[in-house]
């Protein structure tokens, strides 16, 4: 009995995948597998820089969704409309002094509040509206 692993059929020209030579620097279309990852991961930390550029495709292939172009407006004015709304919703802040700015991401507060304690809860109000970096410039008083 013979055991037939397909390595009798010839391929057809339109079935050869194109060689890769160990430099090309092709996008694979099928991501790496995690121990390929992980080995090229502990080699780039021991200066290969084979596996550094592999890891740095494996990079470029994965998923960007919901990741927009830097100093994007549209979010910011997501952002800015996500901390005013939550100001406005907090029962116990008057927000009437209170100028929220929007910068790449990153939210001022200026103005002024009655109490320290207003400053605060319209700082951990903005950070909990999303912001990644407050400036909590409010005067007391």
Not at 6 to 30: I, L, M, Q, Y
Not at 41 to 47: C, R, T
Not at 49 to 62: C, F, S
Not at 126 to 134: D, E, N, W, Y
Request: proline share 6%.
């Amino acid at each position: 009995m013979k055991l037939d692993l397909g390595h009798s059929a010839k391929p057809s020209p339109g079935d050869e995948a194109p060689a890769r030579t160990p430099n090309d620097s092709s996008v694979p279309d099928e991501p790496r597998t995690f121990l390929s990852r992980a080995g090229d991961e502990v080699a780039a930390w021991f200066g290969d820089t084979g596996a550094l550029g592999r890891r740095q495709r494996d990079e470029a292939v994965g998923d960007h969704s919901g990741k927009g172009p830097a100093g994007d407006s549209a979010a910011d004015a997501r952002l800015l409309a996500a901390v005013a709304d939550r100001l406005t919703q907090d029962p116990h802040l008057n927000a009437s002094g209170i100028r929220v700015t929007v910068i790449s991401g990153s939210v001022t507060l200026q103005g002024s509040v009655i109490t320290a304690a207003d400053k605060a809860r319209a700082e951990k109000d903005a950070q909990s509206a999303g912001a990644g970096h407050v400036t909590n410039s409010l005067l007391v008083g």
